[in-house]
């Protein structure tokens, strides 16, 4: 009986201790857990670029005639920017623009006469959409911003002729907006509009009565496209 027992024992052991040793060498399987599905962020979502090109209608004050000579005026303008469309009907904008050139040379005798001024604008705009019909979308708006003006006068000739003079100015400017958008394509707009661009602070010398004065203004008619940054 005691020989059958250890006999059993033997057997068992025989059998167990291979058992035993996989169990030792034996790993739990690694699990990878699903990475999270990407979204992509949309960091352009609202906002959009614009480019315009205008005419100035109305004539600026140096506009004018001297010794027979008359000035060379710039009334193309031209303007870039970028907006956010904070609603469907509601949008605003920072715009930086050229918007007029004058310049005016002259020789009198042994005298020479050279002006120019320069003026750019720097805006902020806002709009009010007033719904889409047929692809035209109407708005109107308004802006607040400062104009960088400079002046020079420059004269050349036998002392005592010779003087020179430089002035910049940095007044405040309001404007008024109206016009219409069309959609051209997915992201595009072709924008045509009307702008009101008032500086009343804004000095500049009257050739004819020989005095300096106050107020300018631009009448401008613009042509531009705007593209969205979906």
Known sequence: MILRIRVALAVAATILTPLVAMAADYEPPIVIEEAPEYVPVEVGSGWYLRGDIGYNINKTPYDFTLFGVDTRNTRITGSIGAGYYFTD???????????????????????????????WSGMANVYADLGTIAGF????????????????????????AEFHFRDTQYPLAYALNAGFAYQVAQNTKVDVGYQYLSAPDLEYADVESQTIKKGVDYHQFKLGLRYDLW
């Open 89 to 119: 009907y509601f949008r605003g904008e920072l715009n930086f623009g050229f918007l007029s050139n004058d310049r005016y040379d002259a020789t009198v005798g042994t005298t020479t006469l050279s002006a120019e001024s320069n003026v």
């Open 137 to 160: 979308t109407p708005y109107v708006g308004a802006g607040l911003g400062l104009l960088y003006a400079s002046n020079s006068v420059d004269i050349s000739g036998p002392v005592p």
